[in-house]
């Protein structure tokens, strides 16, 4: 179960990303928690919070993500 401090910088960190993806004008669309499962893999991978940018107008509009279908958002690490 996610703690309330999780949950608060969880936001916070969220509410930042899509202040700055606004401020520069880049379009996003943002998809909150996400687990991400496939039929060959034992377990899935969890996202706290998820953003698709380069494949934004692909993902405009989806009710379910299907990774076998959609691409996944990547993680890139900051430099």
């Given at each position: 179960?996610?703690?309330?401090?999780?949950?608060?910088d969880?936001?916070?960190?969220?509410?930042?990303?899509?202040?700055?993806?606004?401020?520069?004008?880049?379009?996003?669309?943002?998809?909150?928690?996400?687990?991400?499962?496939?039929?060959?893999?034992?377990?899935?991978?969890?996202?706290?919070?998820?953003?698709?940018?380069?494949?934004?107008?692909?993902?405009?509009?989806?009710?379910?993500?299907?990774?076998?279908?959609?691409?996944?958002?990547?993680?890139?690490?900051?430099?």
């Amino acid at each position: 179960m996610p703690t309330p401090e999780h949950e608060v910088d969880k936001e916070l960190l969220g509410d930042l990303v899509k202040i700055l993806l606004d401020d520069l004008e880049v379009n996003c669309q943002c998809f909150g928690s996400t687990t991400f499962k496939r039929e060959n893999m034992d377990s899935g991978i969890d996202r706290v919070q998820c953003f698709y940018i380069q494949n934004c107008d692909q993902m405009r509009g989806k009710r379910r993500v299907n990774i076998n279908l959609n691409s996944p958002p990547r993680y890139e690490p900051l430099k």
